[in-house]
């Protein structure tokens, strides 16, 4: 799964199988499906601060709105 994350973050693996994944903000990457089910990603998912990219649009949105973010002082 493809990510954009506006923050910075630490991914847990649910059941603590699998070694954390962490995320740099305002940068794209790849991270495990398992992502997807730690409470972390549930809440960022929530509060927008991070992205799923399913397409080259999805990603172009995301870069266009953090450029939005970043020029506004936010």
């Keep these: 799964m493809r990510i ?6 630490k991914f847990h ?3 603590g199988a699998e070694a954390p994944v962490s995320v740099r903000a305002l940068d794209f990457t790849d991270v495990p499906d398992w992502v997807q089910h730690s409470m972390m990603f549930q809440w960022a998912l929530e509060d927008e601060t991070v992205t799923v990219v399913n397409s080259k649009a999805d990603e172009i949105a995301a870069e266009k709105a953090a450029t939005r973010r970043s020029k506004a002082g936010e």
């Design 4 to 9: 954009f994350s506006k923050k910075a973050y």
């Design 13 to 15: 693996h649910p059941t």
